[in-house]
Each structure stands twice: as C-alpha cells, then as structure tokens.
C-alpha cells in the first residue's frame, strides 16, 4: 500500500470532496466541517499506522515510492521517510485536527473555504516532510504559502492583509534564492555525471567545492532561516501569528516552523558538510541572540497572542542551536523539541484563542483572576505553561536538556547564554499566568466566563496527554529518529574528515567550527 | 491533399477561409440578426490546429519561405489555443458591446493568419510581411469602439510606435541584405558564419536594427513604452490577444532570426539581450507595483514576462545541451504564459460593461463573495503567473532559470526569482481585492456569461496539467527544436 502517497493524497481528496459540497448560504456548514475533520482524522490514523509499521532501527528511508515524473530532469516523485521525517509526519496529523477543532467555534463566515484551505495545508506541509527529491521538495514548500495566505488573509483579526502579504513575500524570497541553488545542483549533478537529477540521495553523493558549498549553503539556510525563523529574519512572525485566526496560529507554530529546522537538518548541513561547519558558529551565535531576544521582547508583550508568538522565536532559537552543535545530542534534542514545541506552542495557542473567542481581546491587562471564574482552563494552562518551561517530566524539558548537552560540547559558552533563555522563559511564561489567572477578578466582564466546553476539551486534552506522554516516555519518541540523527551527524563529520585529509586547504574552515 | 509544396501554409489557409467566411457571413447578415459568427472562427481554428498536428515531424516546405517544421508547427498550435480562447471569450463581449461582429471576427482571424506566418517564416521579408498584416489587424482591433477616446488614442499610439519599430525592423534587413544579398535566413546566417567579422559595422548594424524591431514588438524595456497605454486603451479582449498571440508570434521569429541566422554574432548580441533582459525584467514588475488599473498592471506583467522569455533568449545562446533546453524552456514558456494571459484578461473582459470597463483594482473587491467560481478561477491565473506550484507558470518559470543556471548565468537567474517574488506582490494585490476586501460601492457586476466561463475553466485545467504533468508537453517543446537550429 502507498502509504506515503495515500496520507498526502487524502486531505487533497477531502478539499475536492468539499469543493463539491455546495455551501453558498452556510447551511451545510457543520455538513463540511464533518467532512474535513474526518478527512483529517483518517490521515491521523494513517500516521500513526506508520509510526506502527516503521522500523526504528533503519537510519534509511522507509515506505519509498518512486515514480518518474519529469524524466528529462531526472525529476521524481521520490517520497519516503526517516526517523525525522516520521516524527513531523506525526506531529503534523497530530494537529491538524486539533486546528481543526478550534476553527469550529472561532470561524464563522466561509467555512467551506477555510476547510478548504486547511486540508490543502496539510497536504503540503505532508509534502515537504516526505520529499526526497529537491523539485518535489520545493513544489510543497511553495504551495504550502498559498493556503497560508488565505487564512490569515481572509479570517485573520484587524491587520491580517499586511500579515499575510509579508508572510508570503518574506518566505518567497528566501524561497527563490533556494531553488537557484536547487538548479544548480542539478546541473553540477549532470556536468558530473551526464543526467540531471534533483534526488537528494543521488545529489548528496556529489562532491562539491568549498566555493559553490559557499553559496549554495547560504541561499539554503536563508529559505529556511526565513521559515524558522532565526534573529534577525524573525519580523514576518510575530505579525503573522498575532493576526492568523486560531487555528492558523496553531498550525503556523506547531508545523510550519519546524518546515525551517526540518530543512536545515534534511538539507542544508548533510549537503554542504564543509559550508555548514564554517557557517555553524554564526548559526549558533544568532540563535542565541534568538533565544535572549525573543524572550526578553515576549516578557513585554501586552498582547497574549504576540507573546507566545516571540517565544516562539525564543524556543526555535534552541533548536537551531542545537543543529549548529552538529553532534548526536545536539540533534537529537533538536529534533525532539520541534516536536515539544509544537505541542506546547500549539496547545497556548489554543487556549489564548479561547480567551479571545470569548473577551474578543487578547490584552493581558483585560484578564485577571480567571482562576476562579474558569478553573478547568486555569489547570490546563497551568500545566501546558510549565511544559513550555520546560519543567522535567513534562515534553519542554527533554528537548533542552539535550540540546544544551549537545551545545556545551560543541562551545559552552553557548550554553551559557542560553540558559539564561530557560530562566526568562520562567519568567515570562510564568508572569502570563500570574497576570491573567491570579488576583482577584478586575474586569467585571470576566465575571460570568465559562468554562472549557466540551468541544474545547476534546482539542486539549490531546495535548495534555501529549505533553505528559512526551516527558513521560522521550524515548518513544528519540528512538526511532536516533539512527537517522546518527547517520547524519556522521555524514558532516565524515565529510570533514576526508576533506581534512585529503585537502589541507580547507582544513581551517573545518578546524574553525569545532 | 495538394502538392507538397502547399503543405506547410494549410494551417494558415485554414484560418484565411475562416476569415472570409465570416467575412462573407457578414455580408448576408440583417441589421440585429444574431449568428454564431464566432462559430466559423473556432472551426477554421480547429482546422489549422489539426493540419499542424498532420505536418508534425514531416518538415514540410512551401515556396523555400514558409516552414512548417516542428518549431513552427508548436508555435501554430499555441496561437490557435488563444485564438479559440478568444473566440469563446469575444462571443458574449461583442454582443454586449456592441462591437462590429463581422469586422472584429475577421480582423482577429486576419492577425491570426500573420501571426502563423510570422512563426513559421524563413525569410526575413516573409517575416515583415507578416509581421504587417499582424500589426494591421491589431491596430483597428484596438481602436474598434470607435465612441472610446481611449480606444482611439491607444490605437493612435500603438500605430505610431509601430510603424516607428517597422521601419527599424527593415532597416535592419536591408543592412542584411547589403551584406548577403538575400533576405533568405539561411543565406543570411551562412554569411555570417563565414565571412562576418565581429567588427564589420554593417553586420553590427543589422544586427542592432533587428534587436529593436523586434524588442518593440515583444514590448522589451526600453522599448516598451506604448505597451501599458495600449493595453488599457483597448477592450480588455483585445488585449489579452496583443499580450499574448502577438508576443508568442514575435518571440517565435526573433527567435528564429537570432538562434538560426544571426546565431554566428552571438557573443555580440548576448551581452546586449542580458541588458535587456534584465531591464525587462525588473522595469516590468517594479512599476507594475504601484499600478491601480488591473489592466495596466498585467501589461506590465507582460513586460516581465518578456524579460523571463529573453532570459530564455540569453541562455539559448550558450553551447549545445543547455541551448537545447533554453530553446524548448521557451516554447515552453510561451505556451503556459499565453494560456494563463488569455484567461486572466478573459475575466477582466467578461467583468465590463458597455458603460464601464470595471478594470479599476477596486472594482475587484468583494468579487470572491459576488462571483466565487470567477474569483477562484482568476486566483488560479494569477499564482500562475506569479509562478507558484502546482501552476504552470511555475514549471514555466523553473524550466527558463533551469536553462539560465545551467548556461551560467547566476546573476541574471537570480534578477529573475527575485522579481517574480516582487511581482507576486501585485499579483496578490489583486487576490487581496477579490476575497479580503468588502465592496463598499452598491454597483453590482454582472453575472459572468457562461461560454466565457467554460474557456476560464478549460483553461485552469490547462494551467494544472501543464503544472502538474509537464513532461509530455516539454517533451514536445523539446522534439519541436530539434528540427530546426
């Protein structure tokens, strides 16, 4: 069975299927709400099928399909996954629903369109974690801003125009400078071997000067820098996410950023070992300007929303730290707290917007004292805020634990400056809480809030028991991705040795970053 | 079937028929009599589209000027894709125009005819021929509501530059024929290849001469200044058939004069057509930016979209593989951007009315609430030609900077992704328009006919296929160059 393809394929089908549905006046509105949610639900089923049927002790890909499709290029539908790419594929059908869910109290007008878009996101975002060929690679990356686009463009809050069009043009234009590079892999690959290709597998078999390496690393790690996105290229976010309605900020958080980590870790270093050595200390450095700045301007923030959105740029500064150390440990927990961050990022999101759905604000000064007045919610909060702390045995902990692991034997003095990134998480995660949740009730309006719904349950308590799951038992998580971690991580510091080797000239550039 | 040597001019026989034919039909029509006119348009169309699919591979020849060899024969096909298009889209417009059914049918059909000409010509004054009996055509076609000041003033315009580019365009064949005393491409390029020295000023100088000829016609910066004033002048119908089958037959023959005759002075002219290029590109999507009228900002798209096929051109020049592939990237190109140019200028037209062109950028607001098909068909035109996946002008585009980079050329591979992201901003501009805006005037739109909506949808399907399963269609665009550089 394809089962790649088939999970890709299926929120396609459900967006078609609803293309069908006719909904002009909004009356079969719950009708395609139904339809996308299951649509959803069953490519969630079928991740999970295949994190049931894959082999954890395989660093290869695995449920390979290959298809020719532009054979002139040697371009094919070239899908598969790894260890990594399985977690992503999970996380990403993991919460979709769950946006899902949220959109069906916050998003009234158009739905059958919203749904639309939804399932098509996902759809592309499958894509991008399952490509193992560049084109292919970049044909999902691209598509997945148009749906983007739309949700925050047309249910975003006041300023959502300005978002959406600096959300796409400040992706497409890392984007393009990548698929330059793109194009001139393929033709390298073809003046060395007399066929073009655009596999990554066949690609990565090329051995590349410093020069182009150079280059080619650059325009790479600009795309993804772009999307994860890395001090100084981090404006487009906080924007994005404050104005994107709830489910989009979900999806934007939880998914789409780790499409930037996913990349460097897929692309950028396993393809340019020698570049990537030499850039990894400026890596490392503006992720720990990332990791300071974001949580020194989210401690600021008035606006709930905008505050998990900057640390956001906090906590993915982490992970691109953890990436820049180039050591198993380092990746490992690299790629563990995507998926922590997803979670936990996307379960605040959540919640804030069930604030905002029933304040119609997000002004913290506005909350106060809702502990009483909503104790289920306080709770859950609670606990999703001490994960994104990072409290052990909750999902934030494992992840930074061993990137900084992985840090401090690649320069300590990273760590050092990171660390003080947990205490003012601490700090600004756990001042949210006081301010909205403690006190006495200021605002007469909180008076009479309700409590969590049931609908609202069903999307968080999947996240709760995902965050405990995920401190409770890491390694259900760390194993499977270990041997790809492992593979990849040997094939930089392989790269570099032959080259030490056998090129004394480059050897500076290697000797520099360690 | 008749001698061979009339093989290769069928399809424009076909398509001259058509034109008297309606000709003819107008001639017997009473004064409001309704008659498909159209009608005879799309079966003389259809009749040169299946004689080019006949000649296919049979590298037929007539009169030892008209080729009907397989570049040619992909050029003929694209423009009978427009011009059925058109005819699909100019039904409901006409009538409710009321423009001259008769003379508006045969004028197109009449452009059509010079157009195939000019793609499959081999001689440089064949080439001038057609390029006339196009040009004709087009110019009463822009002026053809005679009550429009604007209409008249663009076709004034078009007319005046274009005789202006004309007299260039034979200044730079008589400097040919000086030098090799034939207007025949295949003497002019064997003259070239043995005894034109780079610093032979009369070869420079014909060289240069037919550069701007044709740089007028396919609206290359600095060249293109009468492109936006003509295209807002005229019917939006109309325009989408300047934008878009007279730049495909004039790139079809630039090409050929520049990639077969004047192939041997190519390291003169590629510097030259990189500037150009370049300048297209970036002229084209910068003060595309700022414009408010949807058809002035697509007429500056199409010069972007001129520099994107002359960075094709640039590419196409360099040595063989990567010749091979520039050269089919922009036939290639040419279709998918044709397509997508017809339909997006097909909407503009079906959204008119006889009073108001309703072409203003805030006319489309609100249109994803009003027209939901319409607007949904014309967001797929646009992230066509913005060159988003999974959209042909996507796999357009990546086949010409394909050919770029392979050539070498970074830099101007580079000029080229980074305007089409800034063109991508006025593109979504528009989208912004139609789905993220209320409409704040109480002035409806009319309901889109359903002919054109059929040609809108026939078209995004192409749009897809051709994005999402281009190999067939670039084989053949790669089988067609075989055949003749």
Same mark, same amino acid.
């Given at each position: 069975m394809p089962l790649l393809s088939l999970i890709v394929a299926l929120p396609v089908a459900g967006a078609l ?21 299951a649509a959803s639900l069953a490519v969630f089923a079928l991740t999970v099928l295949l994190w049931a049927r894959f082999d954890p002790s395989s660093a290869d890909y695995q449920f390979v399909e290959r298809h020719a499709w ?6 094919d539908y070239h899908v598969g996954v790894d260890g990594i790419s399985l977690m992503l594929v999970l996380l990403t059908g993991f919460l979709t629903p ?21 399932l098509v996101?996902e759809a592309a975002m499958l894509g991008v974690f399952v490509s193992v060929d560049?084109?292919l690679f970049?044909v999902f ?58 596999d990554l597998e ?53 998914v ?6 996913y990349?460097?870790?897929r ?209 259900l998580f760390?194993r499977p991705t270990?041997p790809a ?30 | ?183 025949? /491409?295949?003497? &002019? +390029?064997?003259? @070239?290849?043995? *005894? %034109?020295? !780079? ?6 100088? #014909?060289?240069? /001469?037919?550069? &701007? +000829?044709?740089? @007028?016609?396919? *609206? %290359?910066? !600095? ?6 004033? #003509? ?11 300047? *934008? ?242």
């Open positions: 299927l609803l293309l069908l549905v006719g909904n002009a006046d909004g009356r079969r509105d719950g009708f395609v709400r139904w339809i996308a949610m532009i054979p002139a290029f040697g371009i769950i946006a899902l869910l949220s959109s069906w109290g916050s998003v009234a007008k158009q739905v059958k369109a919203f749904s639309i878009f939804m996101l560049l084109f970049y990356w691209d598509a997945m801003l148009i749906p983007m686009y739309f949700l925050i463009g047309i249910w975003g809050y006041d300023r959502r125009i300005y978002a959406a069009i600096k959300f796409m043009l400040y992706t497409m234009a890392g984007s393009v400078l990548m698929l330059v590079a793109i194009l001139g892999l393929a033709w390298i690959h073809s003046e060395a071997t007399g066929s073009y290709s655009f066949k690609i990565q078999m090329l051995t590349l000067a410093p020069r182009t390496q150079f280059w080619f690393f650059l325009a790479f790690a600009l795309a993804f820098a772009i999307k994860v996105p890395l001090f100084p290229f981090h404006t487009w976010l906080p924007d994005a996410h404050v104005q994107a309605p709830t489910a989009g900020s979900v999806i934007l958080a939880g789409l950023l780790k499409m930037g980590t990349g460097l870790v692309f950028a270093f396993p393809l340019f070992p020698e570049a990537a050595t030499y850039f990894a200390p400026l890596l490392a450095l503006l992720a720990v300007v990332g990791i300071v700045y974001g949580a020194l301007v989210a401690m600021v923030q008035p606006d709930m929303k905008k505050l998990v959105a900057y640390s956001s740029v906090s906590h993915l500064g982490f992970v691109v730290l953890g990436i820049a150390a180039m050591n198993v440990n380092g990746w490992s927990g690299a790629v563990y707290q995507m998926l922590a961050h997803g979670v936990s990022t996307g379960g605040l999101f959540l919640m804030v917007g069930m604030l905002s759905d029933r304040r119609h604000t997000r002004l913290i000064s506005e909350f106060g004292g809702l502990k009483g007045v909503m104790p289920r919610l306080t709770a859950v909060f609670l606990l999703i805020t001490l994960s994104s702390i990072g409290l052990p045995g909750l999902n934030g902990f494992i992840g930074e634990f061993l990137i900084m692991l992985g840090a401090f034997r690649y320069d300590p003095r990273f760590v050092v400056v990171a660390g003080t990134g947990v205490i003012l998480s601490a700090v600004y995660m756990l001042w949210l809480f006081q301010r909205v949740f403690y006190g006495p009730v200021t605002n007469p309006k909180n008076e009479k809030l309700p409590d969590l719904l049931p609908r609202e349950w069903c999307a968080l308590v999947p996240i709760v028991a995902m965050a405990i799951l995920m401190g409770v038992l890491p390694n760390i270990a971690v492992t593979k990849l991580v040997d094939r930089i510091h392989a790269v570099q040795g032959m080259h030490v080797e056998a090129k004394p000239a480059v050897a500076p550039i290697a000797r520099q970053g360690n | 079937m008749l001698t061979s040597s009339f093989d290769a001019v069928v399809p424009m026989i076909c398509v001259a028929l058509a034109a008297l034919a309606v000709m003819a039909a107008e001639a017997f029509r009473g004064k409001n009599e309704k008659m498909p006119i159209g009608g005879l348009g799309i079966v003389g169309l259809v009749g040169a589209g299946i004689a080019a699919v006949l000649l296919w591979n049979r590298r037929s020849e007539s009169f030892g000027v008209i080729a009907g060899d397989n570049f040619g024969l992909f050029i003929t096909l694209v423009l009978v894709i427009v011009g059925i298009l058109r005819m699909l889209f100019s039904g409901p417009v006409v009538e409710r125009d009321g423009l001259p059914a008769g003379e508006y049918y045969a004028l197109t059909l009449f452009a059509i005819v010079g157009m195939i000409m000019m793609a499959t010509a081999t001689d440089l004054l064949v080439i001038f021929v057609a390029l006339e009996v196009l040009s004709l055509a087009v110019y009463t076609l822009t002026g053809i509501r005679r009550d429009s000041m604007a209409g008249t003033e663009a076709a004034f315009k078009y007319f005046l530059l274009g005789a202006f580019s004309s007299a260039f365009f034979l200044y730079g064949i008589a400097f040919a024929y000086g030098l090799s005393a034939s207007t025949r /491409l295949d003497v &002019v +390029g064997r003259y @070239f290849a043995e *005894s %034109a020295t !780079p610093d032979n000023p009369l070869a420079l100088l #014909a060289v240069g /001469l037919l550069l &701007v +000829g044709f740089a @007028f016609k396919i *609206s %290359a910066v !600095p060249f293109h200044q009468w492109t936006p004033d #003509a295209y807002e002048g005229a019917p939006a119908v109309v325009t989408g058939f300047m *934008s878009t089958g007279v730049k495909a037959a004039a790139f079809a023959a630039f090409a050929r004069v520049f990639l077969s005759a004047l192939y041997p002075m190519n390291t003169e002219w590629t510097p030259i057509v990189w500037l150009v290029a370049a300048a297209t590109m970036i002229v084209g999507t910068v003060v595309g930016v700022v414009q408010t009228n949807l058809k002035r900002m697509l007429a500056y798209s199409s010069i972007a979209h001129a520099g994107y096929l002359l960075l094709g051109l640039v590419a196409a020049g360099a040595n063989q593989d990567v010749g091979q592939i520039a050269k089919s990237a922009i036939l290639f190109y040419l279709l998918t951007y044709a397509i997508t140019n017809v339909a997006a200028f097909g909407v503009i037209a079906m959204l008119g009315s006889k009073a108001r062109a309703n072409d203003e950028l805030r006319d489309y607001a609100g249109l994803g609430k009003t027209h939901p098909a319409l607007a949904a068909l014309m967001t797929v035109c646009l992230l066509s030609l913005a060159g988003i996946p999974p959209t042909a002008g996507f796999i357009g585009k990546w086949y010409i900077f394909t050919a770029a980079v392979g050539a070498g050329y970074y830099g101007l591979a580079i000029i080229g992704v980074l305007t089409s992201v800034v063109s991508v901003f006025f593109y979504t501009r528009i989208i912004v328009m139609m789905y993220m805006t209320e409409r704040s005037e109480t002035g409806a739109l009319a309901p889109a006919p359903v002919v054109g909506m059929v040609a809108l949808a026939i078209s995004v399907v192409a749009i897809f296929y051709l994005g999402i399963l281009p190999a067939q269609v670039m084989n053949l665009a790669a089988a067609s160059i075989g055949t003749i550089f």
